[in-house]
């Protein structure tokens, strides 16, 4: 418990400082975000305020989850570190994926168009990462390869390794993605992942109890060290609190795909090692909501020959359109994705409950 607590403050103080150090940095360099031409047009205001605040996220979740380590280890009587192959994988993975993202952040604002990687190069990135990820997991830790829900064994589906590697990188990809495609309005991303995070944190620790009932644990989670796994989700949850604090709209700072591709990865990724993966379309059920939006507009697109279903997708633009504020469309969001996170922790532990009584 003491390490979740001191990785959620040294997260979000490291989040908030060195994303004050990249507004300064990129605002002294004349380093801004361009803004899509083909956006609501009064996104055009936004033209120049400094992006890849996603590093901020990134370096700040990586800092508190390993400082905190550090320091229960030089001010207790524990012997060794407690951080394990797990969780460095989900953060390994995470901050790969935001390097990825940074490259792209990094050719957008060089050639100060809001291009960056070409689609290929960026599938092929992420897809490495991914494929990376999900070979070492089934291969160095004791990650369940069977579909789950809410726990190891609710469907009775295994996928065996090979399978669970495709799974997984499907997953990763898919998340990855649909966070990146919800990052259009200010603080909406990161809010939503506050939320989803916490989720995560909650599951971790929750299954991490159950350890000291090992038939109930072996029963019910197989989840290589949960624990590890909670110190990871609320390391990000707090590093994406400190980059909200000037993300907040009107944005300082936008987070790029530096950071929309680091949360993508860290949830897909948590999902997959607590054996949650069916519940993270409701645990991160905005970011669900906005990439079926962009599916559905180009499907009726295509089946109609022109018509379209939203004025304009992802969905939160057309709510825009509409003449919602920003802010309106960012709060109310929250909202939902808030009872969505509510609504799967409640499933989570409705299902233990369960398990537990039969």
């Known amino acids: 418990m003491i390490r979740l607590l001191l990785a959620a403050a040294l ?19 004349n380093i801004g975000q ?57 953060m390994g993975a995470t901050c790969a994926a935001g390097g990825v993202g940074f490259l792209d952040d990094w050719l957008k604002v060089s050639r100060e168009r809001n291009l960056g990687l070409n689609a290929r190069l960026k599938t092929a990135g992420l897809l490495a990462v991914s494929i990376v990820f999900a070979v070492l997991t089934v291969n160095l830790t004791d990650t369940s390869t069977e579909l789950g829900f809410t726990r190891h064994g609710f469907l009775g589906i295994d996928l065996g390794e090979a399978g669970w590697v495709i799974w997984a990188v499907a997953i990763i990809y898919g998340t990855s993605n649909a966070v990146n495609l919800t990052d259009g309005l200010d603080g909406l991303a990161a809010g939503s992942g506050i939320f989803s995070f916490a989720a995560y944190t909650l599951i971790g620790f929750w299954i991490f109890r159950q350890l000291t009932d090992a038939d109930t644990f072996n029963d019910i989670y197989a989840v290589d060290h949960p624990l590890d796994l909670a110190v990871v989700a609320v390391a990000m949850l707090s590093a994406c609190a400190g980059f909200l604090w000037f993300n907040a709209a009107p944005a300082d700072i936008f987070m790029g795909d530096t950071g929309s591709l680091a949360i993508g990865t ?17 645990v991160g059920g905005i970011y669900v909501i906005e990439t079926l939006s962009v599916i559905l507009q180009v499907g009726v697109f295509k089946v109609t020959g022109g018509r379209r ?50």
């Not at 490291?14 to 990249?22: C, P």
């Not at 033209?47 to 280890?73: E, F, H, K, N, R």
């Not at 633009?317 to 969001?333: A, D, M, N, Q, S």
């Open 309 to 358: 279903l939203f004025r304009m997708a992802p969905i939160h633009h057309h709510f825009e359109l509409l003449g919602w504020r920003e802010t309106k469309v960012i709060i109310r969001f929250w909202l939902i994705g808030g009872a969505l996170t509510l609504g799967a922790l409640g499933l989570f532990y409705a299902d233990y409950v369960a398990a537990v009584g039969s």
């Open 34 to 90: 361009p803004i899509r031409e083909d956006g609501p047009q009064g996104h055009m205001v936004k033209a120049g305020t400094p992006t890849m605040g996603g590093i901020g996220i990134v370096l700040g979740a990586l800092g508190g989850y390993l400082l905190s380590d550090l320091i229960l280890g030089l001010t207790t009587e524990r012997e060794g570190s407690i951080i394990t192959i797990t969780g460095l994988l989900v």
């Open 266 to 282: 860290a949830l897909a990724t948590l999902a997959l090692t607590t054996n949650t993966e069916l519940l993270l379309p409701i």
């Open 11 to 29: 997260a979000f103080s490291l989040s908030t400082l060195l994303t004050r150090l990249t507004i300064d940095v990129l605002t002294r360099s």
